[in-house]
C-alpha cells in the first residue's frame, strides 16, 4: 500500500470491491460497496472468532464473483484492542487492510442521511465510503523483534506504575506510624532503611532495643557504612515520635505485604529492562542512538516500540507526524492564530521524545548549542518550551537518519546552520 494521498485514491480503482467493518468486541459489522458508492448484498454480521473471520472471507469472496471484483480493500476504525485480531489475519492472508479516523467517521456520519444516529450497520456504511475517497491510513502492525520490544515497553511501562503506587502507600505508612523515619534515613528503600521496615518498623518496636541492638541487627545485612550514631539517632527518634500508637497489628501486616510486593516487582523491573538491552542488540542503529551523549537506551527501545522498523519509512517527516509534532495553525482572513502542535499521534512516542529532549539540553552540547540559538535569535525567537518541542522533531530527523545508515552521531552537522547566521549577523 502507498501513503501518498493521491495514490491511495488511485489504488481505489473500478475493479476494487470496499469493505467497511465497525470493530466491536464480541461481533463485527461489514458492509461492502464499488469505488462508486453502489453498496452490494446486505450487511454480515460476524462473530469476533476464527470461524466469524472465515465466514466474512467467503461472503466476500462471493460478492467479488457476483460483482466481477478483482481487489478487494478492508477498512475499520480502530476500537481499543479488539481490531488487532481480524487485522493480524486479514493481513496474513495477503489482503489489504487500512484503518480510518474515529473523528472522520464521527464527523461524516451525516452525510449520507442527514442524520445524528450512530449505530454499527451505519458506521460500517461510513467507514467504506471514507476508504473510497482515500482517507484512511495503512496500520503499522510490528513484526517480530519490534513486537517483542512493544510488548517489552508495555510490561515495563506497568511495573513502573505499579512500583510507584507501592512506594507511594508505603510513604503513605511511614508518615503515619514512624514520620520521624526519614530523620534517620534519606532513602526508605536502602538496604538498612528496608531492613528496618521489615522488622522493627514503629517506634513501640524499636523502644524497647539499645542502639547496640540496632546495630547488630544491621550488621546481619550491612556490613559497611552504618555505625551506633545511626542507631542511636533511631532509637532517639522512637522514643520521641509523634507517630500513631493504634492499630499497629494489621498495619504491620500492610506494610510487610507492601514491602513484598515493591521487592517483587523491582526485582522483574530489572530481569525486564536486561532482557530488553539484550533485545536491543539485535537492531540495526539501536546501538549508535544510545551512544549519543544525554540519551538513554529507554528512550531508544520506546522509540523503535512504537516506530518498529524505520527502513519501512520513506521520509522523518512521516516519524513527526506519528508522534503528532506537525504544527497547525488556526487563520481567518486577517486573524491568524498561534501555531501549535497537532497532538495527532502516539502519545507514548510524543512523551518519550519530550522527556529525552530535556536530559539531552543539558548534557549534551549540540542540542545545548540548538536551544540556546533558537531562544536568542534575533529573529522570532522561540520561547523555552517551543524550542524544546521543536527539538524534539529535530530529534526524530537524527534518529531516522541514524537508523537508516547505522552511522555515528555527528553533531557538526547540525550546527552548520547555526553557525553560517551567527556570521551574517557578526557582519
Not at 219 to 231: C, L, N, Q, S, Y
Not at 262 to 284: F, G, N, S, V, W
Not at 299 to 305: D, M, P, Q, R
Request: charged share 30%.
Amino acid at each position: 500500500m502507498n501513503y501518498n494521498q493521491n495514490r491511495k485514491i488511485s489504488q481505489i480503482t473500478p475493479s476494487t470491491l470496499i469493505v467497511g467493518i465497525d470493530i466491536a468486541k464480541d461481533k463485527h459489522v461489514a458492509r461492502a460497496q464499488d469505488d462508486r458508492g453502489y453498496e452490494f448484498g446486505k450487511r454480515l454480521v460476524f462473530d469476533n472468532r476464527i470461524h466469524g473471520f472465515q465466514q466474512l472471507l467467503d461472503w466476500v469472496f462471493r460478492l467479488q464473483k457476483d460483482n466481477e471484483k478483482t481487489n478487494v480493500i478492508f477498512g475499520a476504525e480502530p476500537t481499543g484492542h479488539f481490531w488487532l485480531g481480524l487485522a493480524y489475519y486479514l493481513i496474513a492472508k495477503d489482503n489489504d487492510f487500512v484503518l480510518v479516523n474515529p473523528m472522520h467517521v464521527k464527523k461524516s456520519k451525516e452525510l449520507d442521511d442527514n442524520s445524528p444516529t450512530k449505530n454499527d450497520t451505519k458506521d460500517a456504511r461510513v467507514i467504506a465510503q471514507l476508504v473510497k475517497d482515500g482517507r484512511y491510513s495503512v496500520p503499522n502492525l510490528l513484526q517480530g523483534i519490534y513486537a517483542e520490544l512493544r510488548e517489552g515497553i508495555k510490561l515495563r511501562d506497568q511495573l513502573t506504575k505499579q512500583l510507584m503506587i507501592i512506594e507511594g502507600r508505603i510513604q503513605n505508612s511511614i508518615q503515619r506510624y514512624f514520620p520521624e523515619f526519614d530523620d534517620v534515613f534519606k532513602e526508605w528503600d536502602g538496604k538498612t532503611a528496608f531492613f528496618t521496615l521489615r522488622h522493627f518498623p514503629f517506634p513501640s518496636d524499636i523502644r524497647d532495643m539499645t542502639p547496640e541492638e540496632v546495630l547488630a541487627q544491621w550488621k546481619t545485612v550491612v556490613k559497611a557504612g552504618v555505625g551506633i550514631k545511626r542507631a542511636r539517632n533511631l532509637v532517639d527518634k522512637a522514643n520521641k515520635s509523634i507517630g500513631i500508637e493504634i492499630g499497629l497489628r494489621f498495619a504491620r501486616k500492610e506494610l510487610n505485604s507492601l514491602l513484598e510486593q515493591y521487592r517483587l516487582y523491582h526485582d522483574q523491573l530489572e530481569e525486564l529492562e536486561q532482557e530488553i538491552a539484550d533485545l536491543m542488540e539485535d537492531i540495526p542503529g539501536a546501538k549508535e542512538m544510545i551512544a549519543i551523549k544525554g540519551l538513554g537506551a529507554t528512550t531508544v527501545a520506546t522509540f523503535f516500540s512504537e516506530v518498529g522498523d524505520i527502513t519501512k519509512y520513506k521520509h522523518p517527516q512521516q516519524l513527526v507526524n506519528m508522534a503528532g509534532l506537525s504544527l497547525r495553525e488556526h487563520s481567518s482572513g486577517k486573524f491568524k492564530g498561534q501555531t501549535k502542535i497537532t497532538k495527532r499521534g502516539r502519545k507514548k512516542l510524543r512523551k518519550a521524545l519530550y522527556l529525552a529532549v530535556r536530559p539531552l539540553v543539558a548534557k549534551n552540547p549540540t542540542f545545548k548549542a540548538l536551544h540556546s540559538h533558537y531562544t536568542t535569535r534575533p529573529d522570532r525567537p522561540l520561547k523555552k518550551q517551543q524550542s524544546l518541542i521543536a527539538l524534539c522533531g529535530k530529534l526524530v530527523r537524527v534518529l531516522f537518519a541514524i537508523g537508516q545508515k547505522q552511522c555515528e552521531f555527528d553533531g557538526s552537522k547540525l550546527l552548520q546552520g547555526i553557525s553560517q547566521s551567527d556570521s551574517l549577523q557578526a557582519a
